[in-house]
C-alpha cells in the first residue's frame, strides 16, 4: 500500500507481476526492458502510466527494503 501510494497503483502493479512471475528475480537491466517503452524516444515516461525510467526504478527498489526480489549481480 505504501508504494502504490508513492508510485502509483498501475507502475507498481506491474513492477510486482513481473517479480512474482519469476523464480530467481530479476536483473535491472532485463526490468527496465520491460517497464521503460522504447517506441517514442521523445515521450516523457511518467509513472502514472506505469513506465519507469533507471531512477524511478531504483527508487522503488530502495523502498522495497526486505522484500526486494530483484536479482543480485555481483
Not at 19 to 47: D, H, R
Not at 50 to 60: E, K, Q, R
Request: hydrophobic fraction near 45%; charge should be negative; proline fraction near 1%.
Amino acid at each position: 500500500d505504501e508504494l502504490e501510494g508513492l508510485y502509483g497503483r498501475l507502475a507498481v502493479a506491474r513492477l510486482a507481476g513481473f517479480l512474482t512471475c519469476s523464480e530467481f528475480g530479476l536483473s535491472e537491466t532485463v526490468l527496465l526492458e520491460l517497464l521503460m517503452p522504447t517506441s517514442n524516444s521523445s515521450a516523457t515516461l511518467m509513472l502514472s502510466s506505469g513506465n519507469f525510467n533507471l531512477s524511478t526504478l531504483c527508487a522503488v527498489r530502495r523502498r522495497m527494503g526486505e522484500f526486494n526480489l530483484f536479482k543480485q549481480i555481483i
